[in-house]
């Protein structure tokens, strides 16, 4: 495997990493950003705006899933 593959590999594993959703957000709110910047407004905070939206989703799409499996699982004892 060439080191240019390699990197792309690399880069691709940390961005998107064990969600492609967060990787997805971030890239639309870096695109956003760099979109209301050439607008001429401030774009500063629309990356956090988003990361910290993408975030809460997350979490609450992890937290369904361990409730789910919570409720399938058998009773022990």
Do not use: C, I, N
């Amino acid at each position: 495997m060439s080191w240019l593959r390699r990197a792309a590999v690399a880069v691709y594993d940390f961005v998107v990493g064990d969600d492609w959703r967060l990787g997805l957000a971030v890239l639309g709110g870096l695109v956003a950003a760099v979109l209301l910047d050439r607008g001429g407004a401030q774009a500063w905070w629309v990356v956090p705006v988003v990361v910290l939206a993408a975030l809460g989703e997350s979490l609450y799409r992890a937290e369904r899933k361990t409730r789910h499996a919570d409720r399938t699982r058998p009773e022990e004892g």
